[in-house]
């Protein structure tokens, strides 16, 4: 063995070390990582052999190769505007924003060829045929149903390319100029009507309230007349009623003293000279009118025998 060693020449021994050095080498590059949210499409003599998840493998040198590598994030692709025809022959530019991600490494690789511009031809299609059964003004105020419906028939489409369309929208909506200048013209009359509109209604509003006000004013005045009439009859009720209560009760008072006068005069059995003396006095009441006329008494012609006796009635009492 030593002799073979010594045997060997320095070019012999550069060579074996290049080989050693090469196949550690192609062992090292065979050696594959593949990292988180990606996946790598394996051929394997010009056929897909296999597709590597994340973690480590490793590759047959010469034999396999990487087709493709695949990125399992959702991404986003923004396609240029693109003039579509509405229902009523307006032009338009349209641009969308697809939002998408790969479901299926083999079939995103095998399916179709440049897929992203496959995605793009056919959102344009289906943006066009969607656009062509509306009107300006629907168009311009049914994004969220056209977005549903470019995403249905996209994800659909795509499904045999390994590709799953998550979200499609519409970035911007740019008719053309004298339609934005009549829409500009429109929609500033609106807010001029609406303007008038909310000053009328708020003239309207304040005759209202200033209308209701005057009435208020006015029902409470009357209500404040009327309560202080009621409290002025009732006033003048309860002073009648009080009036009339002390009349009433000075009169039964003097009724009272009357009866009772009466009454003692009764008891006190008067003789004919009492009588006939109040007779007397009574008549001289009369006299004493106003009156001008005096009916006198038949008996008259004896007054001065009637007062002499009534004066020594009073005396023998």
Request: net charge neutral.
């Amino acid at each position: 063995m030593t002799g073979l060693i010594l045997a060997l020449t320095p070019g012999v021994i550069v060579a074996i070390v290049a080989v050693i050095a090469l196949i550690l080498i192609v062992i090292i590059s065979s050696i594959k990582i593949v990292p988180q949210a990606k996946a790598y499409v394996i051929q394997r003599l010009g056929s897909y052999y296999t597709t590597w998840q994340t973690g480590v493998h490793f590759k047959m040198p010469i034999i396999d190769k990487i087709a493709k590598q695949v990125s399992l994030k959702e991404q986003v692709v923004d396609f240029p505007p693109q003039p579509v025809i509405t229902k009523d022959n307006v032009t338009m530019q349209i641009d969308t924003v697809v939002f998408y991600c790969i479901t299926d490494p083999k079939l995103f690789t095998y399916g179709v060829d440049r897929p992203i511009t496959a995605i793009e031809n056919l959102s344009a299609t289906t943006l066009r045929n969607i656009i062509g059964e509306l009107e300006l003004d629907h168009t311009l105020t049914s994004r969220d149903t056209i977005n549903s419906k470019i995403r249905a028939i996209l994800d659909e489409a795509t499904d045999p390319w390994g590709i799953k369309v998550t979200r499609v929208e519409l970035k911007n909506i740019i008719p053309p100029a004298e339609i934005q200048d009549a829409m500009e013209k429109q929609m500033k009359a609106e807010r001029q009507r609406r303007e008038a509109i909310l000053r009328a209604e708020g003239e309207k509003q304040s005759k209202i309230l200033v209308a209701e006000g005057l009435k208020e004013s006015q029902i409470l005045a009357a209500q404040a007349e009327k309560e202080a009439a009621i409290l002025k009859a009732e006033a003048v009720k309860e002073a009648k009623i009080k009036e009339a209560e002390g009349e009433a009760l000075a009169l039964r008072t003097v009724q009272q003293a009357q009866a009772d006068a009466i009454r003692f005069i009764n008891d006190a059995q008067p003789g004919d000279g009492y009588i006939t003396l109040q007779k007397l006095r009574a008549f001289e009441a009369a006299a004493n009118g106003n009156a001008t006329k005096i009916i006198i008494p038949s008996e008259i012609a004896g007054v001065a025998g009637l007062a002499e006796g009534v004066v020594q009635a009073v005396k023998k009492d």
